[in-house]
């Protein structure tokens, strides 16, 4: 029996890969809203994580390759009142889409438009947004 919390009935779950992960600089625009984290889980091994060149604070991006490795996430519930003014905040080449879980759970998360992946550092080997950083130092 799967023991995982369900999402209420006025909120979206999201999941978040990077700067909006609890303790880093962006978590504020979630908490701010109203939001209420869940869990930590990973996705699917379809996933390849990046560095993005020259965003501020840094990002990572996330692409669904088909080769990739299971990436750490967060999942939020953010409620719908508060949701679409942080999706109007989200610069590009990030956007929301539809992400696999490594359970099999689809949830709405952050995705990185293809075209800002040519510039970016392929991270995938740390496994997450938040190893990579403390490797980083």
């Known amino acids: 029996m799967n023991d995982v919390a369900a999402v209420p009935a006025d909120c979206v779950r999201l999941a978040v890969v990077g700067a909006h992960l609890r303790g880093m600089p962006l978590n504020c625009e979630l908490t701010e809203r109203g939001a209420t984290f869940v869990e930590t889980v990973t996705t699917s091994a379809d996933y390849r994580l990046y560095a993005l060149a020259g965003t501020q604070p840094p990002k990572p991006g996330l692409a669904r390759t088909g080769d990739g490795a299971p990436i750490e996430v ?7 009142a508060t949701f679409g003014s942080f999706v109007a905040g989200i610069p590009p080449p990030l956007g929301i889409g539809t992400l696999t879980l490594a359970d099999g759970r689809q949830v709405k ?17 740390y496994g997450g947004w938040r190893a990579y950083r403390a490797a980083a130092g």
Request: glycine residues 4%; proline residues 4%; negative net charge.
């Open 74 to 80: 967060e999942l939020w519930d953010v409620p719908l």
């Open 109 to 125: 998360g952050f995705i990185c438009e293809a075209w800002a992946l040519a510039d970016a550092r392929d991270i995938t080997v």
